[in-house]
T-cell receptor
Framework: AQTVTQSQPEMSVQEAETVTLSCTYDTSENNYYLFWYKQPPSRQMILVIRQEAYKQQNATENRFSVNFQKAAKSFSLKISDSQLGDTAMYFCAFMLPLQGAQKLVFGQGTRLTINP | NAGVTQTPKFQVLKTGQSMTLQCAQDMNHEYMSWYRQDPGMGLRLIHYSVGAGITDQGEVPNGYNVSRSTTEDFPLRLLSAAPSQTSVYFC????????????FGSGTQLSVL
């Protein structure tokens, strides 16, 4: 079974700083998807970034980028120039494409606070 | 565009009561699923469906029933609510051929006293 671990329950940084959230996962499969989801106080689940395991290039979306280390089974999220609106819970998630059917496995989450 | 609509947003039940959480999507998605979110545990898959008439169990199915009579709707039933089912419930959907792109509903906060 696949597992996802986020070892940082809470993090806090000042506005405009860069912050990195950690995520490790365990799988014996070679092809899979990894995700970072953001959950603000509104409770809505918002997809931040997605990485396909067969792609060596790290995914980027504006201020958000990942450091995908397949051999180490590590998938960290870097938020540059952090903004107050980045305050949220962040979840790392894993999915096998063969399973599909939205069988996402989530980590425990990291509560990120951006201070003014 | 409505997307994925969940009702109700909040609900309080007494132990032993039954209720149905509603989920509807207007995007003609084949895949739909239910997750529950508990503090410190992320989201866990309860049940899922790959199309009308087809459902299967996820990681934590006990105490919940589902059915998929139409493509649009995927209700989650609690037959006899227990305090352990106090949680936030999310419905999600996606296209079969783009199942890595999920659309989530806004969640239902359920408290069982």
């Amino acid at each position: 079974a696949q597992t996802v671990t986020q070892s940082q329950p809470e993090m806090s940084v000042q506005e405009a700083e860069t912050v990195t959230l950690s995520c490790t996962y365990d799988t014996s499969e070679n092809n899979y998807y990894l995700f970072w989801y953001k959950q603000p106080p509104s409770r809505q689940m918002i997809l931040v970034i997605r990485q396909e395991a067969y792609k060596q290039q790290n995914a980027t979306e504006n201020r958000f980028s990942v450091n995908f280390q397949k051999a180490a089974k590590s998938f960290s999220l870097k938020i540059s120039d952090s903004q107050l609106g980045d305050t949220a819970m962040y979840f790392c998630a894993f999915m096998l494409p063969l399973q599909g059917a939205q069988k996402l496995v989530f980590g425990q989450g990291t509560r990120l606070t951006i201070n003014p | 565009n409505a997307g994925v609509t969940q009702t109700p947003k909040f609900q309080v039940l007494k132990t032993g009561q039954s209720m149905t959480l509603q989920c509807a999507q207007d995007m003609n998605h084949e895949y739909m699923s239910w997750y529950r979110q508990d503090p410190g545990m992320g989201l866990r898959l309860i049940h899922y469906s790959v199309g009308a008439g087809i459902t299967d169990q996820g990681e934590v199915p006990n105490g919940y029933n589902v059915s998929r009579s139409t493509t649009e709707d995927f209700p989650l039933r609690l037959l006899s609510a227990a305090p352990s089912q106090t949680s936030v419930y999310f419905c999600a959907s996606s296209y079969r051929h783009r199942n890595e792109k999920l659309f989530f509903g806004s969640g239902t906060q359920l408290s069982v006293l």
